[in-house]
């Protein structure tokens, strides 16, 4: 039995916010005609710490300018963490934050267990025809909006112009290309082609998508990770590390893949606009020049990556509705957002924060805003945020050697059917 907000307890704290009613049960303001918003909001922030979280935190304290009766706490929660730290505490209706940064395919699994406030119609949806389609895509379920889109992204490949022109080769636009540029630049400078991120099955979305296949198929409800083309896809990333392309590990995969690029010891990565800060943090880049950027290597069938970004979602047990609306509309807002664009470079989920000068000239947001435009979305279900814990043990141990791709492929599809039950 689902414990947590009842559809009851929902429709009663929804009552008691158009009522008016502040944190703590106070009437003081929010939410009347008129009256000036107070209150207090907690927000969880899922952002990379030491680059990202410092805008962000600084957007929650100019907020705080605007509304000077609404305090924000500010958390910053590791995102490995974020997922299950908040249903923990939404099912235990104690400690969930009241704002929380979700990444894409958490928002209609915490819907479906009734833990987000629906937003259609609050002053958290504002100017919702300005969202790219499919940013707003991940926001639905069941007919109606659980999120806010912040940020969008997707993945392309991060290579160090100064190796490649050392090895006198270029970017590689599919994955054959990969492996004869990776000799090369091994035969010429002595290192290694590709850090192929080994703990995240994420990083392997771009070469299923290459050989034509997908996790599943949602419309018609059928487990597909297993067909030929999932097969294919777990031996082009196994050939990848077993030919010398690519160094992989099965452990803090992000920040030895981020050290190995920034020093200068791999001279290409698959990566997202939200690396690009901390990668020019390196030695190698100093130099902001050196940094290059281009779509993910094509397989034997497509190029393709996959469609990433974070919305922001309102806990449906949160005392502090109003003010969280409104906390969720000012950190999603076209300025806000333009904002993030020019510090970060991450992509706006706004169609009209593109045409602003300042992200206009971006480089970086002008690279991938044409990527995220052919991005491969997600089957936005339920279960979406629960698919890659099988698939990433199986991933690991096929570029670990202790599984073929066949064996992976096959146990991934059988956990699939038991977690979605009643798939093909």
């Not at 050392?166 to 492996?179: C, I, N, R």
């Not at 141990?397 to 991934?412: H, I, M, N």
Request: charged share 25%; glycine share 10%; with cysteine.
């Amino acid at each position: 039995m689902r414990r947590g907000i009842t559809a009851g307890a929902l429709a009663a704290t929804l009552a008691l916010a158009a009522a008016g009613c502040g944190s703590g049960g106070e009437s003081d303001g929010a939410g009347k005609p008129g009256g000036e918003l107070s209150g207090k909001v907690t927000w969880w922030d899922t952002s990379t710490v030491g680059s990202e979280d410092k805008v962000f935190k600084k957007l929650a304290e100019d907020f705080e300018k605007v509304h000077p009766k609404v305090d924000v706490t500010y958390v910053n929660v590791p995102f490995g963490d974020a997922q299950n730290k908040f249903k923990n505490a939404a099912q235990a209706n104690s400690g969930a934050p009241d704002v929380i940064r979700s990444e894409v395919a958490w928002t209609p699994e915490f819907a479906d267990l009734g833990y987000l406030a629906p937003l259609d119609g609050t002053p958290a949806l504002k100017n919702e025809k300005d969202f790219l389609p499919q940013a707003a895509a991940s926001t639905k379920y069941d007919d109606k909006t659980y999120a806010v889109p912040q940020v969008i992204d997707s993945m392309g490949i991060f290579y160090n112009k100064r190796i490649l022109a050392q090895a006198g080769v270029s970017v590689p636009k599919t994955v054959d290309e990969l492996k004869t540029v990776s000799k090369q630049i091994k035969a010429k400078t002595g290192k290694t082609g590709l850090y192929l991120r080994g703990d995240d099955a994420y990083w392997f979305l771009s070469f299923l998508y290459g050989e034509g296949g997908n996790l599943v198929d949602a419309d018609s409800r059928t487990v597909t990770v297993d067909n030929a083309a999932g097969v294919r896809a777990m031996a082009v990333v196994k050939d990848l590390v077993d030919s010398g392309t690519a160094k992989t590990d099965a452990t803090d995969g992000f920040e030895n893949m981020q050290a190995a690029f920034k020093d200068g010891d791999v001279a290409m990565m698959i990566n997202g606009p939200w690396a690009v800060t901390d990668t020019y943090g390196g030695a190698e880049f100093k130099d902001r020049a050196n940094l290059g950027i281009a779509p993910v290597p094509a397989g034997s069938v497509a190029q393709g990556a996959p469609q990433g970004g974070h919305n922001l979602a309102v806990y449906a047990g949160s005392k502090n509705l109003e003010a969280s609306y409104a906390f969720t509309e000012y950190m999603t807002s076209p300025e806000s957002q333009a904002t993030v664009a020019k510090e970060l470079s991450l992509l706006p989920t706004r169609t009209s924060v593109y045409a602003r000068p300042e992200v206009e000239d971006n480089q970086i947001v002008g690279f991938f805003k044409p990527v995220v435009d052919k991005a491969v979305e997600r089957p936005w279900i339920p279960e979406t945020g629960s698919l890659f814990a099988p698939l990433v043990t199986e991933y690991t141990k096929v570029l670990t050697g202790q599984s073929t791709p066949e064996q992976g492929a096959k146990a991934t599809g059988g956990a699939y059917r038991e977690l979605l039950k009643g798939w093909k």
